[in-house]
């Protein structure tokens, strides 16, 4: 069955403490790797998709990086104004859908 | 639009009762995603419209939920016999045929009670 898994549920840094964030998949026929970043009553904010091993993308403070078997998001220097859940999703080639992980709750604190 | 847009943001409904959701897709966006958010939980995939081909329905979790999409265009997701376990936000999503980087409406809060 395919699945995604993000750890860890929540995290809480220090302005300035970067840290990764991470994404296992197991999917059959990846057909893409979508990271989303949600602010509490708003929907999902497209932020990145990975196709293939080793390609990577980066956002101001905000770089994705993908394996065979995981995605990373990693944060450099975040600010307070990145505080939100992070959600990663896989496209399964045999499926119309994305698979969403339960997300990432981050809180940077000045 | 600009955007996905989705009415109404908030919906209270008594337990039994039937509701509609409506979303806008972005113009031009011929693939159309609902997906329900449970407060905690990761983001549960119902329906799927491409274009003129037959929906993909095999997220909706009873044959109390149905979606249709007219003109190719906007959508209604519509619950009937409400049950408060239907209470989540329910999100529209749009994408241009072909990509598979889906836009996300805000969302509709629907709270049975």
């Known amino acids: 069955e395919d699945q995604v898994t993000q750890s860890p549920e929540a995290l809480r840094l220090q302005e300035g403490e970067s840290s990764s964030l991470n994404c296992s998949y197991t999917v059959s026929g990846l057909r893409g790797l979508f990271w989303y970043r949600q602010d509490p009553g708003k929907g999902p904010e497209f932020l990145f998709t990975l196709y293939s091993a080793g390609e990577e993308k980066e956002k101001e403070r905000l770089k994705a990086t993908l394996t065979k078997k995981e995605s990373f998001l990693h944060i450099t220097a975040p600010k307070p104004e990145d505080s939100a859940t992070y959600l990663c999703a896989a496209f399964s080639g045999g499926y119309n859908k994305l698979i969403f992980g339960a997300g990432t709750r981050l809180a940077v604190h000045p | 639009g600009a955007g996905v847009s989705q009415s109404p943001s908030n919906k209270v409904t008594e337990k039994g009762k039937d509701v509609e959701l409506r979303c806008d897709p972005i113009s031009g966006h011929t693939a159309l995603y609902w997906y329900r958010q449970s407060l905690g939980q990761g983001l549960e995939f119902l329906i799927y419209f491409q274009g003129n081909s037959a929906p993909d329905k095999s997220g909706l979790p009873s044959d109390r939920f149905s979606a249709e999409r007219t003109g190719g265009s906007v959508s209604t997701l519509t619950i009937q016999r409400t049950q408060q376990e239907d209470s989540a936000v329910y999100l529209c999503?749009?994408?241009?045929?072909?990509?598979?980087?889906?836009?996300f409406g805000q969302g509709t809060r629907l709270t049975v009670v």
């Open positions: 999503a749009s994408s241009l045929v072909g990509s598979r980087e889906a836009f």
